[in-house]
């Protein structure tokens, strides 16, 4: 835990303007960006702080996979059921704004707006899917 970083007391309910959207793991929080870049964009983030996506190893395979679900089905418990038309990925360092592990899910991909094609945009210098 680090309590200067604003992801690691969000998901200790800390935060108490973040609204915590429903998760099925424990060990995870999702709620929604606070800038959103399409109508559905959401952050899933390990409630143990984890470093940004260059700190990940192997063993982590099985948390992302996680996280992958959990952004998948805030979608769908949000109306949107088409999983051909979303983002997900991380920021790859120096590009992300909080260095504690979070998948971005953006929906749908289809009408991102001119920056957020940018921001998100696929398996660039600064986003990973």
């Known amino acids: 835990y680090d309590g200067k970083c604003v992801f690691c007391r969000i998901a200790r309910r800390e935060e108490p303007g973040t609204a915590l959207l429903p998760c099925e793991y424990e060990d995870l929080v999702c709620f ?8 559905h964009h ?4 390990p409630v143990e702080h984890m470093g940004n996506c ?3 190893k192997t063993e982590h395979i099985p948390v992302v996979k996680r996280m992958m679900e959990v952004g998948k089905a805030v979608l769908q418990r949000n109306n949107f059921s088409d999983l051909n038309d979303i983002r997900m990925g991380f920021h790859w ?5 909080i260095s504690h592990l979070h998948l971005h899910v953006l929906a749908p991909a289809s009408q991102l707006g001119f920056l957020s094609r940018l921001i998100y945009r696929i ?6 899917t």
């Open 32 to 39: 929604r960006d606070i800038r959103p870049g399409a109508p």
């Open 42 to 45: 959401y952050l899933v983030v």
């Open 54 to 56: 260059k700190t990940l």
């Open 93 to 97: 360092p120096p590009f992300c704004s």
């Open 123 to 128: 398996n660039s210098y600064w986003f990973i």
